[in-house]
C-alpha cells in the first residue's frame, strides 16, 4: 500500500508561527506533526509514501530526506501553483503504481484503525472510502450522510438547523481516505481542484464513494487552540504515537533551574527557563529564555523568544518567532509578529 500526504498548504490560520515554517513541520511534542503520520503508516504496515508539497517543500526534505531515517520509502512531488487538494493527490499520480493507495491530510492527528478502514473499502468494492469522525454540532463542518450500507448519500456544507434530520449521526469527513488508482481519472490534471467540493460528489454520483465511521482520535491541528489541545494530548497519553507519556517534554538542553513546568507543557531544545517562571499547558519552541518570575500559560511560543522577567504570556496568545516580550508585560489572546518587540508599556514594534 502507497500513501499520499497533503502537506502544501499555507497553514494561514497558525501564522506568524507558519511564516518560518510549514504546518506539518510545526512541532508535536518529540518530532514534526507529519511524522506522527509517518508513524501511524508504518504502523499500519504502509512503507511507501509521497509527500505532496507546496508550500516551503525544502524545509520537508530537508528534515525527512528520503525517509530511510523513519522506515519509509519517501518521495516528494511539488505544486507548480497550489493545486487543491485533490490536483495534489493528481500531481502525485506519477508515482502510484499500486492498485489502491491512501491519503492524509496533512494537518490531522488520528490513532485511526487503517486495517479496518481496508477491510471495509474492499468488502464494499468502493471506489473511495472517506474516514469519517462523530462531531456534536455539524454547522460548522461539512457533513457526510450515509445510506445503511455506508455509501454516500450526500455532502451538506455547514447545514443549517433544518436541514438535519432528526437522530442522525453527525459525522464529518476526517481527512483520511483510501482509493483505487481509478479514482484518479475523476480528477482533472494540472488544474486546482478539491476533493472535498469537486471529486468526492463526483464519485458519490456514480455510488462508489462509501464512508467509514470511526470513533477513534481525531483532531485538525489547523488552529493555534486544536494544536495546543493536540500537543496536550499527545503528553498524556490519550492518542497512540510514538512521543513519549507523560508529560512535561523538555528537549535537549533544557535548563529550568526552579522553574515550574507543568505536565500539559512542551519545551524545545535548549530553552532556559529561569528561576520562579512557570510554564502550563503551553507549547514552547526552541532557544527561548523565559526570564525570572515569568508565566506562560495556554500559549503557543515560536523558537528565538526571549520572554523578558515578569512577564505574563496568557491563553490564546501565539508569539511568533524572534518576538520579544518585554519585562512586566502581559500578552492574551492574540498574536504577537515574527520578530516583533512587545515593549514594557504594551506597544507592539515591528521587526526591524
Ligand atoms: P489554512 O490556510 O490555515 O486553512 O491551512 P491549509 O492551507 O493547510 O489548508 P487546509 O487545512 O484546508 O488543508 C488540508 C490539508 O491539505 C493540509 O494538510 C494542507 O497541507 C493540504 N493542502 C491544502 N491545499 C493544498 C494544495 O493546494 N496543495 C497541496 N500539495 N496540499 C494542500
Known amino acids: 500500500m502507497q500513501a499520499v500526504v497533503l502537506v502544501g498548504g499555507q497553514g494561514t490560520r497558525l501564522r506568524p508561527l507558519t511564516d518560518s515554517r510549514p504546518k506539518p513541520m510545526m512541532s508535536m511534542v518529540d518530532r514534526p506533526f507529519v511524522a506522527h503520520q509517518i508513524d501511524h503508516l508504518v504502523r499500519a504496515g504502509v512503507r511507501d509514501v509521497i509527500f505532496s508539497c507546496g508550500y516551503r517543500p525544502d524545509a520537508l526534505e530537508s528534515h525527512f530526506g528520503d525517509g530511510r531515517a523513519f522506515g519509509v520509502k519517501l518521495r516528494y512531488v511539488v505544486d507548480p501553483e497550489p493545486l487543491g487538494t485533490a490536483g495534489a493527490v493528481k500531481n502525485a499520480e506519477e508515482y502510484i503504481d499500486a492498485d ?3 491519503v492524509l491530510n496533512g494537518d490531522i492527528l488520528t490513532d485511526l484503525d487503517l486495517h479496518a478502514m481496508l ?21 460548522a463542518f461539512g457533513l457526510v450522510r450515509l445510506h445503511d450500507d455506508n455509501s454516500v448519500e ?34 482533472p490534471a494540472g488544474q486546482k481542484v478539491s476533493i472535498e467540493r469537486e471529486t468526492f460528489p463526483k464519485i458519490t454520483a456514480t455510488g462508489g464513494l462509501f464512508g467509514f465511521p470511526s470513533e477513534s482520535y481525531w483532531r485538525d491541528i489547523g488552529t493555534p487552540a486544536s494544536y495546543l489541545d493536540a500537543n496536550v494530548d499527545v503528553l498524556a497519553g490519550v492518542v497512540v504515537t510514538e512521543s513519549p507519556t507523560p508529560g512535561p517534554y523538555l528537549g535537549a538542553g533544557v535548563s529550568s533551574g526552579s522553574g515550574r513546568i ?3 507543557a512542551c519545551v524545545g531544545d535548549a530553552t532556559q527557563v529561569a528561576a520562579d517562571a512557570s510554564i502550563s499547558r503551553s507549547v514552547v519552541g526552541a532557544r527561548v529564555r523565559v526570564g525570572q518570575g515569568a508565566q506562560i500559560r495556554g500559549a503557543l511560543i515560536g523558537d528565538d523568544v526571549v520572554i523578558e522577567p515578569g512577564a505574563s504570556v496568557l491563553e490564546g496568545a501565539v508569539i511568533g518567532d524572534g518576538a520579544v516580550i518585554g519585562a512586566g508585560c502581559e500578552v492574551g489572546d492574540s498574536a504577537i509578529p515574527t520578530g516583533a518587540v512587545v515593549q514594557p508599556d504594551g506597544r507592539v514594534l515591528a521587526a526591524s
Open 119 to 139: 477491510a471495509q473499502h474492499q468488502a464494499t468494492g468502493a471506489v473511495g472510502t472517506i474516514a469519517l469522525t462523530p462531531v456534536e454540532d455539524p454547522s
Open 262 to 264: 507543568a505536565v500539559d
Open 154 to 187: 450526500e455532502f451538506l456544507e455547514k447545514p443549517s438547523a433544518d436541514e438535519l434530520r432528526p437522530g442522525e449521526p453527525y459525522r464529518i469527513n476526517a481527512g483520511t481516505y483510501l482509493m483505487e488508482r481509478s479514482a484518479l481519472e475523476f480528477i
Open 100 to 102: 489502491r493507495f491512501l
